[in-house]
């Protein structure tokens, strides 16, 4: 059961890389390029995400429904890299997991699409092998990520911050 809800954490956290704000000499996720010579603002937003998450730590935690008198459980995610796919709001993602007696990199196509200018990565029931499938709602705001995991019928919620390594 814990590798199992380590295993929706990681997945969730996958989701969850997105950015929140890049730095304040960019402009906000969402806002119009300036300058003749910059990319479309599509290609600046994809440019700023990605750059964002790769080499980003996720650090916080997770709770499982059903469970509300348990503490919730520490995770931590490491992104070693995100670059923009050619699908439209499509992203791959690797990752490292490291929990129990896994220590493994992943690498992940997932959609960030935008409420807004606020990042949501979101997961359909997504299928990893060796692990199962998964859905989720993460959103990025302020260097912090939260949303909601499902496992199979298992489910929850899950917040952080995100460091660069």
Known sequence: MSRMIATVGFALIMTALT????????????????????????????????NYLSGAKFVGKFTVDGKQDAAP???????????????????RLTARIKYGDVDSEIPMDLPILFAGNTPVITLNSLSLPGMGTFSARVLIHDGRYSGTWQHDKV???????????
Do not use: M, N, W
């Open 155 to 165: 489910g929850g919620h899950l917040f952080g911050k995100i460091v660069k390594e």
């Open 19 to 50: 950015i929140t704000s890049v730095g304040a000499d960019e402009p906000a996720i969402g806002e119009p390029a300036t300058g003749e010579d910059q990319a479309s603002p599509a290609d600046d937003r994809a440019q700023r995400i990605s």
């Open 73 to 91: 459980k520490t995770e931590e995610y490491t992104i070693s890299k995100c670059e923009k796919l050619a699908e439209k709001d499509l992203y």
